[in-house]
């Protein structure tokens, strides 16, 4: 049973423009929800995080929204630069870390 | 600096044979993780440590084993390597339980 879901195993944008990954759970305990971001042959890498009890947290060009109504988060890379060409994980906690399927962002220059 | 190592970045072991991959880490992080990567399942829990002695199954611990007997190290043991464990393997630690997860560069691990 998947808990935390990206249903977009890919994405292309242009340099420049927006970048909107997103996430469904289906666990209401998660109490802070994360993305990390991959590059091929390396470990992830802590991208930003939000806790339950907010709806925006804002870091740059990155900006992660949670509706807890709807158990969907999202992140918005404004601009997207070919540098953020990666994989994309979004990972939810109670105790432990759990992670989605990851979604391939490529930026196209 | 401190940081999170794992040994070997690569493997290739046979079917059936005891496979142990290294985790260390200088953060002097109590709690520690392995996962697995795979295309369509993103990254899985295998096992985790809040501490010393303390050890804890994922959601696919079957066929593996950890132990737990200092603060740095956390090793992944394959007891009978089979194909269907071939994958990278990540190991993780943090301060908290409630996120910011460092990780090591993985081990890409091939039964054959």
């Known amino acids: 049973d998947q808990q935390v879901k990206q249903n977009s195993p890919s994405l292309s944008v242009q340099e420049g423009r927006i970048s909107i990954l997103n996430c469904d759970y289906t666990?209401?305990?998660?109490?802070?929800f994360l993305w990390y971001k991959k590059y091929p042959a390396e470990g992830p890498t802590f991208l930003i995080s939000?806790?339950?009890?907010?709806d925006k947290n804002e870091d740059g060009r990155f900006t992660v929204f949670l509706n807890k109504s709807a158990k969907h988060l999202s992140l918005h890379i404004v601009p997207s630069q070919p540098g953020d060409s990666a994989v994309y994980f979004c990972a939810a906690i109670t105790n432990k870390l759990i992670f989605g399927t990851g979604t391939l962002l490529a930026v196209q220059p | 600096d401190a940081e999170i190592t794992q040994s070997p970045r690569h493997k290739i072991t046979e079917t059936g044979r005891q496979v142990t991959l290294a985790c260390h880490q200088t953060w002097n992080h109590n709690n520690m993780f392995w996962y697995r990567q795979d295309l369509g399942h993103g990254l899985r829990l295998i096992h985790y440590s809040y501490g010393v002695q303390d050890t804890n199954k994922g959601e696919v611990s079957d066929g593996y084993s950890v132990s737990r007997s200092n603060t740095e190290d956390l090793p992944l043991t394959l007891e009978s390597a089979a194909s269907s464990q071939t994958s990278v393997y990540f190991c993780?630690?943090?301060?908290?339980?409630?996120?910011?997860?460092?990780f090591g560069s993985g081990t890409r691990l091939t039964v054959v």
């Open positions: 939000i806790s339950s009890i907010k």
């Open positions: 993780a630690s943090s301060e908290s339980r409630s996120g910011g997860y460092t």
């Open positions: 666990n209401s305990m998660f109490d802070y």
